[in-house]
C-alpha cells in the first residue's frame, strides 16, 4: 500500500482496527497515550510516534478513535492534527460525539484546506476485530469514497448518512436502541431464569422468534450463554457502560435540543447512570445485565 495512514487511540475498538490496517499491509503510524497499547501495534509492524505532531507530519489520510467530545476538540483544535497534518491530507474521525462537535471540527479542518469526514461505527469489539464494522459517514460523497478502500479493510458495511455531522447523528440514533434492546434483553432473561428456564434456550428460543435482536443474537448479556462476548468473560474488552452513559447523554442532548419525546431512551440513560454509580462503569453495557438482577432480587427481598 502506498498511502501513509496515521492512527490516533488505539483503545478496545482502535487497537483492532489499525490492527486491520497493518494486516493489509498499509504503512501505519500510530500514537496512544497507553504504551502498552502502542506495543501491540508495533509488534504488528506499525510505526510508534512519540505525540500527535509525529505520527500525522507525513501521514496521507488520519484517522482518530477517541473517547468523547473533549478528546476530539484537544486532538484536532488544540495545536495537534489541525497544525501539524500535511497539506490535503483527509481526515476521519470514528469517535461517537456530539453531531455540532463533528461539524464545527470540520468546518476548522476546512478552513485550513482538510478533507473531513466523520465515520462513527456500529459492531462492538469483535465487529472490529473481525474487520466487519459498519461505518455510517457524514461529510462529502468525494471524501468518502476516498476513504472507503481503507474503511472497507476495518469493516463490511458502509453507509453516507449525509452531510457532515450526521454520521454522528445516526450513530447516536442506534446507540440508544442498543441501550434499549441490551436492558430489555437482559430483563427478559432475568425473567425466564427466575421462572426456571435455562437461559441458553430461552435464548435460542427468542432468537428464533418475534423478540430477535442484535444483544440477544451476537452479544448475549447472560454469562455462559454465548463464546466470546463480554459477558463471558467477566464483563471486560468491550464497550464501557461509562461510554454507552455518554451516548446516551449525547442521544438526551439531542432530544432536548430538537424537543423530542424519548422515554425509553431517557430511562435508559438513568439505568444506565445507576448502573456506573454503583461502580460498573468500566465493565461492558451488557453487564447491565447486573443491574436488572440486583433490581428483581431488592423488589422479591
Known amino acids: 500500500m502506498t498511502e501513509h495512514i496515521a492512527f490516533i487511540g488505539l483503545g478496545n475498538m482502535g487497537g483492532p482496527m489499525a490492527l486491520n490496517l497493518c494486516k493489509a499491509g498499509y504503512k501505519l503510524t500510530v500514537f496512544d497515550v497507553m504504551p502498552d497499547a502502542v506495543k501491540k501495534l508495533t509488534e504488528a509492524g506499525a510505526a510508534a510516534a512519540a505525540d500527535i505532531a509525529g505520527a ?56 485550513k484546506g482538510f478533507r473531513m469526514i466523520d465515520a462513527p461505527v456500529s459492531g462492538g469489539t469483535a465487529g472490529a476485530a473481525a474487520g466487519t464494522l459498519t461505518f455510517i459517514v457524514g461529510g462529502d460523497a468525494a471524501d468518502l469514497e476516498s476513504a472507503r478502500p481503507l474503511l472497507e479493510k476495518m469493516g463490511k458495511n458502509i453507509f453516507h448518512a449525509g452531510a457532515s455531522g450526521a454520521g454522528q447523528m445516526a450513530k447516536i440514533c442506534n446507540n440508544m436502541l442498543l441501550a434499549i434492546l441490551m436492558i430489555g434483553t437482559s430483563e427478559a432473561l432475568n425473567l425466564g431464569i427466575r421462572g426456571g428456564l435455562d437461559p441458553k434456550v430461552l435464548s435460542e428460543i427468542m ?15 447472560m454469562p455462559g450463554v454465548m463464546e466470546n462476548v463480554p459477558a463471558s468473560r467477566g464483563y471486560t474488552g468491550g464497550f464501557g457502560t461509562d461510554l454507552m452513559l455518554k451516548d446516551l447523554g449525547l442521544a438526551m442532548e439531542i432530544a432536548g435540543s430538537a424537543d423530542v419525546s424519548t422515554p425509553l431512551g431517557t430511562h435508559a440513560r438513568d439505568l444506565y447512570k445507576a448502573h456506573s454509580e454503583a461502580g460498573h462503569g468500566k465493565l461492558d453495557f451488557s453487564s447491565i445485565l447486573k443491574l436488572v438482577e440486583a433490581q428483581a432480587l431488592a423488589k422479591s427481598a
Not at 207 to 221: C, I, M, Q, T
Open 56 to 111: 500525522v507530519k507525513d501521514a496521507d489520510i488520519i484517522i482518530t478513535m477517541l473517547p468523547g467530545n473533549d478528546h476530539v476538540k484537544k486532538v484536532y483544535l488544540e495545536g495537534g492534527v489541525l497544525a501539524h497534518a500535511k497539506a490535503g491530507a483527509l481526515l476521519v474521525d470514528s469517535s461517537t460525539i456530539n453531531a455540532d462537535v463533528a461539524r464545527d471540527v470540520a468546518a476548522a479542518a476546512q478552513q
Open 207 to 221: 432468537s428464533k422468534s418475534s423478540g430477535r435482536n442484535w444483544a440477544l443474537e451476537v452479544y448475549n448479556p
